[in-house]
């Protein structure tokens, strides 16, 4: 097991070693948090204390060893799926530093990604309505925008009986005197500030 393992873990190094020179570090984060590689070495290392403990509570009886018999039997069977996941561990570690296996891998996250924001904004669509003759808003400083609290800006929204518009995306850069929202009525400018 302590072969398996120390093998196993250095199959990792040099597979983030050759990705790392061969590919953009984008892909570090990918190969790391594979939850399979990650489910063999922790199998392993469970193992492994698992038979340490049961070395352990071996006791000499006399003139002989008593050996808990149901506990070694365990041992034996997860040292054979230890087996078993260090030849599913080789192969799913050799098929992961294929350029193709992680284009796909890409491809497929991206798709993900893209089809759980299509959902959301499908979720979030309201009928707007025509907003030309709302009241504008300058942005008073200077500095980056860091995005908004949605939920406390929606409460304030409704507390206020308004809708707002702002006219901003995250990490813009705000110069004084740019638009940054519009409303459907006046508000004062306590409101203004919050």
Known sequence: MFSLTVFSFSMVMVLLNQA????????LPGIISDEKHQFVLGQYIATILYNIFILISIEPTENSYQTPGFSVLIGIIL?????????????????????????????????????NIIKQEKEMSLDFPNIEN??????????????LLHDNHLKLCKQNNTKVVIN???????????????????????????
Request: net charge negative.
């Open 20 to 27: 790392s020179s061969n590919f953009s570090p984008r892909v």
């Open 79 to 115: 040292t054979v799926l230890c087996l078993a996941s260090f030849i599913y561990f080789i192969h799913h570690i050799s098929q992961a530093i294929q350029v193709d296996n992680i284009l796909i891998d890409i491809h497929d996250r991206t798709k993900s990604e893209i089809e």
């Open 134 to 147: 709302w009241e504008e808003y300058e942005i008073t400083t200077s500095g980056y925008f860091y995005g």
């Open 168 to 194: 901003l995306f995250k990490g813009q850069f705000l110069l004084d005197g740019t638009i940054g929202l519009l409303t459907e009525k006046p508000i004062d400018e306590k409101l203004k500030e919050i």
